[in-house]
């Protein structure tokens, strides 16, 4: 006799099927999967995945870390938060924020006003460990990643701590954190029913 398979993280059948009332926002510290989760959260609900990073490079023809260096940090946020605030007109979607959007006070209004915001977070040594192999990040330049998160979580996390959602999705593969995101924005939506 043939066992029947268990249903596995990876059996999409298994995942709630709902609808999304607004735009999900993604927000959280750099390297904790804004981006990977986002794209694999709008391929699930059929919707547009955007990514705030890219839109402002698009939008000012220059990467982020030319932005920073021309503009600083302060002429950064000023882009972003009329970036973020025209992705988040029109239809719901999915967005990824970059790591400092909630430093911005009009950000923070728009995104609690208009979208779902998911906070994602981790522990620091996973990101640690991940965003070491990127380098491409303007405030991890000439810097100790772990110093620099640190000092996030001292000043970001009171901010993330404004969303609706938070996952924490440990140190485990992106189907698993799926399934995560899915359930906790499936109990927040349906008010745990
Ligand atoms: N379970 C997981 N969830 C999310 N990302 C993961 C996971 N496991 C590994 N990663 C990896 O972590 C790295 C960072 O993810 P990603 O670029 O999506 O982060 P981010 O939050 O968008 O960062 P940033 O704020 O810099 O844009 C990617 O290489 C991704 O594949
Ligand atoms: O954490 C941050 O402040 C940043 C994260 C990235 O997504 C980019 O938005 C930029 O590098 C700044
Ligand atoms: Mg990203």
Same mark, same amino acid.
Do not use: C
């Given at each position: 006799?043939?066992?029947?398979?268990?249903?596995?993280?990876?059996?999409?059948?298994?995942?709630? @099927?709902?609808?999304?009332?607004?735009?999900?926002?993604? @927000?959280?510290?750099?390297?904790?999967?804004? %981006?990977?989760?986002?794209?694999?959260?709008?391929?699930?609900? $059929?919707?547009?995945?955007?990514?705030?990073?890219?839109?402002?490079?698009?939008?000012? $023809?220059?990467t982020v870390a030319d932005i920073f260096a021309n503009y600083g940090e302060k002429g950064f946020r000023d882009g972003e938060?009329? @970036?973020?605030a025209r992705l988040l007109d029109g239809e719901p979607r999915i967005l990824a924020t970059g790591g400092g959007a909630l430093?911005?006070?009009?950000?923070?209004?728009?995104?609690? /006003?208009?979208?779902?915001?998911?906070?994602?977070? %981790?522990?620091?040594?996973?990101?640690?460990?991940?965003?070491?192999?990127?380098?491409?990040?303007?405030?991890?330049? +000439?810097?100790?990643?772990? +110093?620099?998160?640190?000092? !996030?979580v001292k000043t970001r996390y009171p901010l993330y701590e404004m969303a609706d959602v938070t996952v924490d999705t440990g140190?485990?593969? !992106?189907?698993?954190?799926?399934?995560?995101? &899915?359930? /906790? &924005?499936?109990?927040?939506? %349906?008010?745990?029913?």
């Amino acid at each position: 006799m043939t066992a029947e398979p268990e249903p596995s993280a990876t059996d999409s059948s298994t995942r709630p @099927v709902f609808i999304l009332p607004k735009t999900v926002a993604l @927000v959280g510290l750099m390297g904790v999967g804004k %981006t990977t989760i986002g794209k694999r959260l709008a391929d699930h609900f $059929g919707l547009p995945f955007v990514d705030a990073d890219e839109e402002i490079e698009k939008a000012a $023809g220059m990467t982020v870390a030319d932005i920073f260096a021309n503009y600083g940090e302060k002429g950064f946020r000023d882009g972003e938060q009329r @970036v973020i605030a025209r992705l988040l007109d029109g239809e719901p979607r999915i967005l990824a924020t970059g790591g400092g959007a909630l430093t911005h006070p009009l950000t923070r209004e728009r995104l609690k /006003a208009k979208a779902i915001t998911l906070w994602l977070k %981790t522990d620091l040594k996973v990101l640690a460990r991940r965003v070491a192999n990127r380098p491409h990040r303007p405030l991890l330049k +000439d810097r100790n990643p772990m +110093d620099v998160l640190k000092e !996030h979580v001292k000043t970001r996390y009171p901010l993330y701590e404004m969303a609706d959602v938070t996952v924490d999705t440990g140190d485990q593969s !992106h189907v698993k954190s799926l399934d995560q995101v &899915l359930s /906790a &924005l499936h109990a927040y939506v %349906t008010g745990g029913q």
